[in-house]
């Protein structure tokens, strides 16, 4: 069983950074691979970037490559997303989730735990 807990969202401008934390708890957290999602308000959720656990895959959604990184400090048990040049379509509430298998994937049905989320919202 992993617990997920999201921080790091809040409220900035066009172009502005925030870096988004996932701490998991759990004795194997640190063997699960981590994706970010992201809900807006009349979309479905979607793929953002995920990382393996292993740090030899890392993917990243078209809208934010170039612009979003993901890192993981397996000590901490500790997923990031670097969000710069941040834009108002990023706007969405943004969860982390955890695949048990350890593999990085794009498919939500892949990952077995859920945060509960934190609101990220860009003004323009």
């Known amino acids: 069983q992993v617990q997920l807990v999201e921080s790091g969202g809040g409220l900035v401008q066009a172009g502005d950074s925030l870096r988004l934390s996932c701490a998991a708890s759990?004795?194997?957290?640190?063997?699960?691979?981590v994706g970010w999602f992201r809900h807006a308000p009349g979309k479905e959720r979607e793929f953002v970037s995920a990382?393996?656990?292993?740090?030899?895959?890392?993917y990243y959604a078209d809208s934010v490559k170039g612009r979003f990184t993901i890192s993981r400090d397996n000590a901490k048990n500790t997923v990031y997303l670097q969000m710069n040049s941040l834009k108002p379509e990023d706007t969405a509430v943004y969860y982390c989730?955890?695949?048990?298998?350890?593999?990085?994937?794009?498919?939500?049905?892949?990952?077995?735990?859920w945060g509960q989320g934190t609101q990220v919202t860009v003004s323009s």
């Open positions: 759990g004795r194997t957290a640190s063997t699960y691979a």
């Open positions: 989730a955890a695949n048990s298998r350890g593999y990085a994937s794009i498919r939500l049905m892949d990952y077995d735990y």
């Open positions: 990382i393996s656990w292993s740090l030899s895959r890392t």
